[in-house]
């Protein structure tokens, strides 16, 4: 799967999105997935995702993925449904913050609260897949400590 940018003469961008058989997309909360090839070019605002950046629920088994699935919902979900997801994952976040005794952590997940509360869901949702790695490591060194 490849996204290109087009740039249109006004200055305005476009975007020119590759998808392969069996590929999905979310776009504004509908999830799509693709028969056949296609390319799509998406020339008005709206809110997607694709390919890696979609996490299933089953997926969100660590703190930092289930905060991951929430501001996903709350990124590509209609407008409505927002402030209510919005909540559930600065609920997440706090959470985690209060648990965590990580400084480095708690500071992602400060800023990347402020990137959702500033509507800036992509970039919060970046900054929160950084911390997947750290919530692998300790769940697989509590796992070695429990055996």
């Given at each position: 799967m490849s996204a290109e940018k087009v740039r249109r003469g006004s200055g305005q961008g476009r975007l020119v999105?590759?998808?392969?058989?069996?590929?999905?997309?979310?776009?504004n909360g509908a999830s799509l997935q693709f028969k056949t090839r296609t390319t799509?070019?998406?020339?008005?605002?709206?809110?997607?995702?694709f390919g890696r950046q979609i996490m299933e629920a089953e997926d969100a088994t660590t703190p930092a993925r289930r905060i991951y699935l929430?501001?996903?919902?709350?990124?590509v979900c209609e407008e409505q449904e927002r402030?209510?997801?919005?909540?559930?994952?600065?609920?997440?976040?706090?959470?985690?913050?209060?648990?965590t005794t990580t400084e480095a952590v708690r500071q992602v997940l400060r800023l990347a609260l402020?990137?959702?509360?500033a509507g800036e869901f992509w970039n919060a949702m970046r900054r929160v897949r950084t911390l997947?790695?750290?919530?692998?490591?300790?769940?697989?060194?509590?796992?070695e400590e429990g055996a």
């Open positions: 999105i590759e998808l392969r058989a069996g590929d999905k997309l979310l776009v799509m070019l998406v020339s008005n605002h709206v809110r997607f995702l929430a501001m996903q919902g709350a990124y402030a209510a997801l919005v909540q559930a994952a600065r609920a997440l976040t706090e959470a985690y913050i209060a648990a402020a990137e959702m509360e997947f790695a750290h919530d692998d490591a300790l769940l697989q060194h509590s796992e």
